[in-house]
């Protein structure tokens, strides 16, 4: 990833954001939200490789593929809703930033069921 370039798209998008925000306000707020989409998009695209690690350790300790699969989307699903909230606070709605995170918490733990289902079933046959 280079760090960089993340670092000064941010910034530039900042000292624009800045400069516009006096000026014509709604477009300041469509750079601010471009300039994160384009971050988001960068960064997620460098992930493939961290991806591909984690896929072959799991390989390597037999690990089944749904747990390391059900994981990746738990953390997809972070990092979306926490741009998301990000943007609503940005754009003046801290309480629907809020509502999106509640939503994003209440979608993990839907995903993480069944990998607390099957912690809890190995706990309990390994109990005497």
Do not use: C, W
């Amino acid at each position: 990833m280079h760090i960089f370039q993340l670092v000064g798209i941010g910034l530039t998008a900042t000292v624009l954001i800045s400069v516009l925000r006096d000026h014509a306000p709604q477009f300041a707020m469509l750079v601010s939200i471009l300039a994160g989409a384009v971050l988001l998009t960068m960064a997620v695209h460098n992930m493939d490789s961290v991806v591909k690690s984690l896929s072959s350790l799991a390989n390597a300790a037999n690990l089944d593929h749904g747990f390391l699969t059900t994981v990746l989307k738990i953390i997809g699903i972070a990092y979306i809703v926490e741009f998301a909230a990000q943007v609503a606070r940005d754009a003046g709605e801290g309480a629907l930033g809020g509502k999106i995170e509640l939503a994003g918490k209440i979608g993990i733990v839907i995903l993480a069921l069944p990998i607390i289902t099957d912690v809890v079933e190995s706990l309990v046959h390994l109990l005497p």
